[in-house]
């Protein structure tokens, strides 16, 4: 077996370009672990290590991990039909059923639903539908697109540029125009671009209900009403993404519910399958849905391969089912109340510790060298922090973007409050770790 692990270390680093990665520690270190089960809240590795994944891997994992029903679900629909394309006229049972499901559960009046593969397609495409509604509203030169500071969308080319963190953006030379940006918190800030860019030249503004990727942060109270207020007197189509947010993680279906306000568009992907299969998708207003009817006079030159992928929607089904069936939206408002008391206590106990934050099972710990001041080290801590977690069986992740120095958490809908001790412990023993370093002046 040692031979064998050293033979897959070898070949990850020969041949495996790890996403959102450092090459650079890939090719020195190779993989920090193998996975090769899963089971509710826990990953084990290839060497029998036995890991909470207090991220839900990428935020997705929303009923856990190693659910065989899901696999027998995925066996009978490709022994039935894998696959068919849902171009032109063309469909599927699945997909049929997973639409109508979603204009159920969705917040308002969204009613229609265009399917993609995962999160950074849905943003793409909410972003080419909003524009092209314009047009066919005959108003072209509404094209641009407004985000938030600290926000994430993505990777594709038109997500990447409606991030608003700098870095990903910085990572190429050749940017998709026309996407502004403006506080993540300020609708003050929105009406003010609006009015200095034009109301006419603008075709959304998009914002995540909770930034997730960008270190967790909740809107403030009423912020969405008057965002919403302003996108309706401009005749801006507001687009929430929903793709870390949706199918139960902040308590609520969907995040915005929290809000009290109802997009024209939403994105979604990572929950509704559960990381079972690659799915997302946009939701658009019945409004919406009439108006490209009506107003449509050719092909709606838009779609993947795999939009409205018949096994996907299927495990999607399924996986809504469980969320139902296992009270898995109440579980995770209740676990994260548990969750944020439990960073509250770590918070009185570890002078690392300033600011904590959640809403469900999302939630942020702020690292600090001075709890009075707010003053931050030099280099960030979190990365340390996350990888010395990691020793001691838990997985989380850090945020170092826009002078953030932040470890955030996103444990699967399933948790239990033995488990979510569990996580306090690992991470009370994890910061006393780093806090009896020399290096570190506390």
């Known amino acids: ?30 993989p920090s ?19 909470i994944d207090g991220m839900s891997s990428l935020w997705n994992v929303n009923i856990g991990h ?17 696959f068919s394309s849902c171009f032109a006229t063309f469909s599927n049972e699945p997909a049929i059923k997973l639409a109508a499901k979603l204009a159920q559960l969705s917040p308002g009046h969204l009613s229609a639903t265009f399917f993609t593969s995962g ?18 509203k005959g108003k072209q030169n509404k094209q641009k697109i407004i985000t938030r500071t600290k926000s994430y969308h993505g990777v594709a080319m038109g997500a990447t540029s409606a991030t608003g963190l700098k870095p990903f953006r910085d990572f ?5 125009p026309d996407f502004h940006y ?10 003010e671009l609006i009015e200095k860019e034009g109301p006419d030249t603008i075709a959304a503004f998009v914002a995540e209900p909770v930034q997730g990727a960008g270190g967790v942060h909740p809107a403030p109270e009423n912020y969405f009403k008057e965002v919403r207020k302003i996108c309706d007197q401009y005749g801006i189509l507001l687009i929430t993404d929903e793709v870390i947010t949706g199918f139960g993680r902040t308590g609520t279906y969907f995040g915005i519910e929290h809000y009290g306000v109802v997009p024209d568009m939403m994105c979604f992907a990572k929950g509704v399958t559960s990381g079972y299969a690659q799915l997302g998708g946009v939701m658009i207003s019945e409004q919406i849905h009439k108006d490209f009817t009506e107003l449509s006079t050719g092909t709606l030159l838009h779609g993947y391969t795999y939009s409205g ?8 089904l399924k996986n809504l089912e469980i969320i139902e069936n296992e009270n898995l939206i109440e579980n995770a408002k209740q676990m994260g109340h548990k969750m ?16 904590v934050r959640g809403l469900g099972l999302m939630g942020a710990i702020e690292i600090v060298k001075d709890k009075e001041t707010n003053e931050r080290y030099a280099s960030p801590l979190a990365p340390l922090i996350v990888a010395e977690a990691a020793k001691r069986g838990l997985v989380v992740r850090s945020v170092v973007f826009d002078g953030q120095d932040t470890l955030v958490f996103a444990p699967p809908l399933v948790i239990n409050e033995k488990e979510i001790n569990q996580m306090i412990m690992i991470l009370s023993e994890t910061f006393s770790a780093i806090e009896n370093q020399e290096n570190i002046k506390l």
């Not at 064998?4 to 190779?30: A, C, R, V, W």
């Not at 403006?182 to 009406?191: D, E, I, M, Q």
């Open 119 to 136: 999160g950074s397609e849905s943003n793409d495409t909410a972003y080419k539908l909003a524009r092209h509604y314009w047009i066919l």
């Open 340 to 355: 944020l008391a439990g960073f509250k206590w770590l918070q009185s106990n570890h002078n690392l510790i300033g600011e």
């Open 33 to 51: 672990f193998i996975f090769t089960k899963g089971d509710g809240v826990f990953l084990e590795d290839i060497k029998g290590n036995r890991i």
């Open 182 to 191: 403006v506080n993540h918190f300020s609708p003050t800030a929105l009406r």
């Open 309 to 316: 992928h018949a096994m996907a929607c299927q495990i999607a």
């Open 172 to 176: 190429t030379n050749s940017l998709a």
């Open 1 to 30: 077996m040692k031979n064998y692990i050293q033979e897959l270390e070898m070949l990850d680093k020969k041949h495996f370009l790890h996403p959102t990665s450092s090459i650079q520690q890939q090719q020195q270190n190779g």
């Open 66 to 82: 190693g659910r065989t029903e899901m696999g027998q679900v995925a066996m009978e629909q490709m022994s039935k039909l894998a």
